[in-house]
């Protein structure tokens, strides 16, 4: 299994993964691994074919097993084949509580129902074999119950749907300005206003990250990299902001 390591040291690695959603309709698609001590948490496992195609390689790497499944938000790129991952390891699947009882849906049976872990608004630290991560609210960006995973020790940030790229075919951004068009679009639309993600930058800019890792597309590495497009997000106009005339019925052919 290929793979790209964005921090190593002796007893902790960060690790992404190849996409393997393959070519056609699918979205792309970015998977990462959070290794310490020889246990691991994933974040956003996605569908089946991610599933068939990453879970031999993956837990042959681990010591100690999978710990810990991190999932961001409902959608079916995040959480489609989590009845899989639940069945064949014993980590705890976190999620926001508002979304348990609909990830269900999905597959999930009532032998595996107590190791889904409602996240509450506020977020929380989760240890990961003795590594502390914070799971940091981003409700509305595009979720309603929505959030990021910061790992202090590698100064990573994921931020699922935030900063997602579409048709971008590097792993990182070399030119922000240039890397705009990849984002813009998807982020006009999917995320709900330019008010919560003024919220959400106030909060970054206390962190201390060294890459800020999306779910689909490109990463951005170094703190000048990150801190523009914290200014680009301040200043992005999105979602309700762009809704300036009345709901209406569609015309008639």
């Known amino acids: ?28 698609a970015n998977h990462h691994i959070i290794i310490h001590d020889g246990r691991a948490l994933m974040l956003d496992p996605g569908g089946h074919k991610v599933f068939n195609q990453i879970f031999p390689g993956l837990m042959s790497k681990l010591k100690g097993g999978l710990q810990h499944i991190f999932l961001s938000h409902q959608d079916p790129d995040i959480v489609a084949a989590i009845n899989g991952w639940l069945m064949v390891t014993d980590a705890q699947a976190h999620i926001s509580k508002l979304w348990t009882r609909f990830i269900a849906h999905f597959g999930i049976d009532r032998f595996l129902e107590d190791r889904l872990v409602n996240i509450s608004d506020e977020g929380c630290w989760i240890d990961l074999n003795g590594a ?21 020790k590698s100064k990573i940030l994921y931020t699922g749907d935030l900063g997602a790229s579409i048709g971008f075919k590097g792993r990182e951004v070399l030119n922000f300005n240039d890397h705009i068009q990849y984002m813009e679009g998807f ?6 206003s330019n008010r919560v993600l003024k919220a959400w930058v106030n909060m970054a800019r206390t962190l201390d990250v060294e890459i800020l890792a999306p779910q689909h597309g490109a990463l951005f590495r170094g703190k ?16 309700v902001d762009l809704i300036h005339t009345k709901i209406q019925m569609p015309p008639k052919n």
């Open 1 to 28: 299994m290929s793979e790209i390591t964005l921090y190593q040291d002796g007893q902790h690695s960060n690790i992404l993964l190849p996409d393997a959603t393959g070519e056609g309709l699918a979205i792309q």
């Open 132 to 152: 502390e991560l914070a799971i940091i609210p981003a409700h509305f960006l595009h979720s309603a119950g929505n959030f990021h995973l910061y790992d202090p």
């Open 224 to 239: 000048e990299m990150i801190n523009q497009f914290y200014d680009w997000c301040e200043n992005l106009e999105c979602g």
């Open 187 to 192: 982020h006009r639309r999917y995320i709900a």
